[in-house]
């Protein structure tokens, strides 16, 4: 399973074809990543609860559900695959999350499926995260580093910034390569349809008011495509060290508040009706601004 260089913006060449397995492959973000894995000439084993057809290109499409281990044998299908890319997760909307959800599926699962990886012989992991697992320690910043230390403030961010340090753990213990990217608002096609993108566009098109909270929240807003881009990347990245993970932040790097990134895409989309602002209620526990420090990584772990 060795890993050779490959096409990204981290001094990397081109690469030889690798073999992928993709979690999470029919989510919003995983059918981006995995188009992409399939243009840039990878063959891609997808792993999905089902909902969704497979995707066009994929080499074998694997129905599971990771928090039911009792119902799955992965060994044959990690046989010979080079990277494990993890999107599963659960609790992303926070309306629907649950603690102990969030925790066996982001958790208990994930690290379940990464040793399993492992064990088969993967020597690349890479992870999807989230900047918000910095939770309120992004109110000490205007961009947040990798440096600073999470504190979480929902299931989803907890329960991902647990995983984080799981995988910190595997990639030193066993010697492998990881990396987990944090994106921090992920738009785009194929989004859930309730949330803020998505909404705007519903709105929008069919001429309504659209009521939404106070919009002076701040984020850094990441088409999906740059995601899946950045995902795609990591793959055959050359700068990554066994035995360390890498956490690095990805983002548009234009932050802007909610109110800029509503208005914008309302004009876009001819919206005739009125941006209500102000008439939900901001979340409490909601950080006012979580812009990540793009262009830095840290890596965590022992050196080798």
Known sequence: HALDPGVSNHTSQRSRR????????????????????IQAGHEV????????????????????????????SLEADFEGVDVLLH????????????????????????????????????RRIVNCGTCFEYGSAATAHLA???????QPLSPYAASKAAATMILHGIAASSNIQAISLRPCVVFGEGEPEHRLWPSLRRAALAGTD???TSGFQVRDFMPVELLAERLCEAVTREDLRAGRLLVENVGSGAPKSVREFATEWWGRWG?????????????????????????????????R
């Open 271 to 303: 919206g005739t009706g009125k941006l209500l602002f102000c008439v939900l209620p901001d979340r409490p526990s909601e950080c006012p601004r979580m812009v990540p420090l793009i262009g830095t990584a840290e890596r965590v772990g022992l050196g």
């Open 18 to 37: 690798m073999k992928v397995v993709v979690s999470g492959a029919s989510g919003f973000i995983g059918r981006h990543a995995v188009n992409s894995l």
């Open 210 to 212: 659209l009521p939404m």
């Open 45 to 72: 084993i997808a792993l999905s609860r089902g909902g969704n057809p497979p995707v066009p290109g994929v080499t074998r499409w694997v129905q599971c559900d990771l928090s039911r281990p009792e119902e799955w």
């Open 144 to 150: 947040i580093p990798t440096t600073a230390a999470p």
């Open 87 to 122: 999107l599963a997760a659960s609790g992303v909307d926070p309306k629907t999350a649950v603690w102990a959800t969030c925790f066996e599926t982001n958790v208990t699962a994930a690290m379940r499926l990464w040793l399993a990886a492992v064990n088969a012989g993967v």
